[in-house]
């Protein structure tokens, strides 16, 4: 009997490990999207300190210029980023084929019309990607109330412009902020609610 019994031990310890790994699986997938099953965290390097919640910053002596971003934007308009300077700028990487950004999206439609309403000198910047039509990306914005302008970058070529380190072409959702000065103060590459957007945003609102 005791021989019996061994490999039904294995047995539940192997549905256990499997088990295990597709909920690790699938609480990634409600992190980030990656495309290549490379981790959401995956660039390295900068001057960031990251926290526990995610999020990385950047001391403001130590901060390093954001790229110019410039393009059509899903509305049909153009956009250059560098026009921003003297607002914190909060750019958001999204496609409308990611969960995540879904989860996300009303958090941003949220915390943006707050921060309008207060008067903040804040400018929310979408960067919309891997959507081959502006068609489902335009779709994804009127179904969660997005008002602000996002570039349409289908192949992901504005988020190669970034210094290396600062973002993981894989990882999207990502969300990167810039201080009033268009520099890189704070980012993270998994989904964020309102209140880690908010620790993002308002340090930098803050500073003189």
Do not use: H
């Not at 790229?67 to 250059?80: I, N, R, S």
């Not at 000198?121 to 068609?135: L, M, S, W, Y």
Request: include cysteine.
């Amino acid at each position: 009997m005791s021989l019996s019994r061994a490999p039904r031990r294995r047995s539940i310890s192997g549905r256990a490990l499997l088990l295990t790994a597709v909920t690790l699986a699938g609480a990634l997938t409600l992190t980030a999207c990656t495309g290549d099953g490379s981790k959401p965290n995956g660039s390295s390097g900068g001057n960031y300190v990251t926290g526990t919640s995610g999020i990385s910053t950047v001391a403001k002596g130590e901060r390093t210029d954001a790229p110019k971003l410039d393009g059509e934007t899903l509305d049909g308009e153009t956009l250059d980023t560098t026009t921003l300077k003297g607002k914190v700028v909060v750019l958001n990487v999204w496609g409308s084929w990611c969960p995540p950004c879904r989860a996300e999206a009303p958090y941003f439609a949220k915390v943006s019309k707050e921060l309008a309403d207060a008067g903040q000198d804040v400018a929310f910047v979408g960067i919309n990607t891997r959507d081959e039509g502006k068609q489902n990306a335009i779709a994804f914005e009127e179904t969660f109330g997005i008002t602000y302008p996002s570039l349409f970058d289908p192949a992901g070529k504005l988020m190669l412009r970034f210094p290396d380190g600062t973002l993981n072409a894989n990882a999207i959702p990502s969300t990167i902020v810039l201080d009033k000065e268009g520099k890189i103060a704070a980012r993270t590459l998994v989904m964020v609610d309102d209140v880690k957007l908010r620790s993002m945003i308002d340090p930098l609102l803050a500073e003189k």
